[in-house]
């Protein structure tokens, strides 16, 4: 892990190379965090770019997202949260790989619906066509800032995922769903993001 001093060191820094992922404080000293993420953009950096600000506007996010960053962290911000940007940005971060059980658990879901696997196949493939149509509804409300659609349609993942024991999915629609019932609004890009990829593991673990 390196740490700079300012926003024109970042960019020195990051430019170099085998940079897994970037935190910027929005207000850095010399060079601000949008200014940075632009210059790093321009300069071929690919990494996860993640914003760390006071300030839960809108009209600033947008302006961050616009010069290349990947989503924010409000400060002061929760470890659940640095968590969720870590899952959602870093997906080897936890050095090992999910067990099948937290993606969907095929043999408890089995037995909640009377060990018809047929039925349970034909319900996780309907679940994720539902999925697949909100998920663009739920980016939508994220760019209007609407909390309460975000809100409700993570709400209904939510318990559809506990049904089907669709666990990291479930886990990733609760934390939206609190997120936005609370109005951490910095927070929501990561929170959606880690909602997307919960959605989309368990695609691919639905296909395999």
Same mark, same amino acid.
């Given at each position: 892990m390196s740490t700079v001093e300012d926003g024109k060191q970042a960019v020195e820094e990051a430019a170099r190379g085998g940079v897994d992922m970037v935190f910027l404080d929005v207000n850095m000293p010399v060079m #601000? #965090?949008?200014e940075a993420a632009a210059a790093m953009r321009a300069a071929g950096v690919q990494a996860p770019i993640i914003g760390v600000t006071a300030s839960v506007r809108v009209e600033e996010q947008q302006r961050c997202l616009s010069a290349g960053m990947n989503a924010f962290l409000a400060k002061p911000f929760?470890? &659940? /949260? !640095?968590?969720a940007v870590l899952r959602a940005w870093l997906p080897s971060a936890s050095g090992a790989a999910v067990p099948a059980a /937290? +993606? !969907?658990d095929f043999? %408890? &879901?089995v037995e909640a619906y009377m060990g018809k696997e047929d039925v349970v196949r034909g319900l996780v493939k309907g679940f994720l066509d539902r +999925? %697949? &149509?909100r998920l663009p509804v739920v980016r939508a409300a994220l760019e209007r800032g609407d909390l309460e &659609?975000?809100?409700f349609e993570s709400h209904a993942i939510k318990g559809g995922a506990l049904n089907l024991r669709a666990r990291r999915l479930s886990e990733a629609a609760l934390a939206l769903e609190r997120a936005a019932q609370e109005g951490r609004t910095a927070v929501l890009p990561v929170l959606v993001e880690r909602f997307a990829a919960a959605a989309d593991e368990l695609s691919r673990f639905a296909e395999a």
């Open positions: #601000g #965090g949008p929760r470890r &659940a /949260e !640095l968590a /937290e +993606v !969907l043999p %408890s &879901a +999925v %697949s &149509a &659609a975000i809100r």
